[in-house]
């Protein structure tokens, strides 16, 4: 079982046909034709059907592919362990994050690429659920994700993160009230989170940690929020709000990101925050991601900085 095989399979299963997983690793197509059929030689089984137009991972495939991808993944840490002995950090590092992500976490990325150019970045987005799985499957390195309480996913029933992933709070961004010129509560300093009674709101879907900031704070101020649109990007709220849809809570740098078409107004102490946190596999993390922890400020769980 060679390397080359397994790259081919998987970029099979990605491609979904040999001709295009062909061009992806720049080899003539019957020798990735003939490197698979080999290697379902040796597994005693195969791997893809070739039946239909597009080909499709049998049952024995499927079952392959994760370890041929973790297989992949080790060769390629290695690899980049073995630079960093002299002194080089190569390779790709992936970060998950959900999306509009603090400035924090720009500026680390920034300052990573800064420190250590030869290392490809790449960001990836999603909810704070399929991040935390991505970074189990080694598919990302890291991922920032918003949370509802101490070391708890902000997932289905504020799930806890699974056992194989640790975590370290990062970030907290005060949240504010987003709401069109002319809104009773523009010309305020600030307001109340009770002052939001009655008001429709535009916010996320219940599974993610803004929402659970905002139904937690409608609730310590006895009332529930009268939710009446939802999505699920972050950055659509301001627009939503502009145009008159309903009020929304919002991290502050979202608030002022979005080309003033909203007032941003204050939340009055105790006023809600967007808390955030980095996950990683604590027992396959890459040099990479390594470096990124050692540059990237932590917070304790009261959000100060936390430095060795």
Do not use: K
Request: with cysteine.
């Amino acid at each position: 079982m060679e390397l080359r095989q397994l790259a081919y399979v998987v970029a099979v299963a990605e491609e979904g046909g040999f001709t295009r997983a062909a061009e992806r690793v720049r080899v003539a197509q019957p020798a990735v034709s003939q490197q698979i059929a080999r290697l379902e030689r040796e597994v005693g089984d195969l791997l893809f059907d070739r039946t239909g137009r597009r080909v499709r991972l049998t049952p024995a495939g499927e079952a392959f592919l994760p370890h041929a991808r973790a297989a992949l993944a080790a060769a390629e840490a290695g690899r980049d362990a073995v630079a960093a002995l002299r002194g080089v950090l190569v390779g790709e590092l992936r970060i998950g994050t959900v999306p509009a992500p603090p400035p924090e976490l720009l500026e680390r990325v920034a300052d990573f690429g800064s420190h250590h150019p030869q290392v490809r970045l790449r960001l990836l987005s999603g909810d704070p659920e399929a991040l935390t799985a991505d970074v189990a499957a080694g598919v990302s390195d890291l991922a920032l994700i918003g949370v509802s309480g101490p070391r708890q996913v902000a997932g289905p029933a504020g799930q806890r993160l699974p056992a194989a992933l640790a975590y370290a709070p990062f970030a907290q961004e005060p949240l504010v009230v987003a709401v069109p010129p002319g809104h009773p509560l523009a010309a305020a300093p600030d307001v109340a989170i009770a002052e939001l009674r009655g008001h429709g709101i535009v916010t996320l879907p219940p599974v993610t940690g803004l929402r659970a900031e905002l139904d937690n704070a409608c609730a310590d101020a006895g009332f529930t929020p009268d939710v009446v649109a939802e999505t699920d990007d972050l950055a659509v709220l301001p627009g939503l709000a502009a145009r008159g849809l309903g009020i929304a809570l919002v991290p502050r740098s979202v608030a002022e990101g979005s080309a003033s078409e909203v007032v941003s107004v204050p939340v009055r102490a105790p006023a809600p925050h967007r808390p955030m946190a980095l996950v990683w596999h604590r027992d396959r993390l890459s040099a990479a991601g390594r470096a990124f922890l050692e540059l990237a400020p932590r917070l304790d769980d009261a959000g100060n900085p936390d430095r060795p």
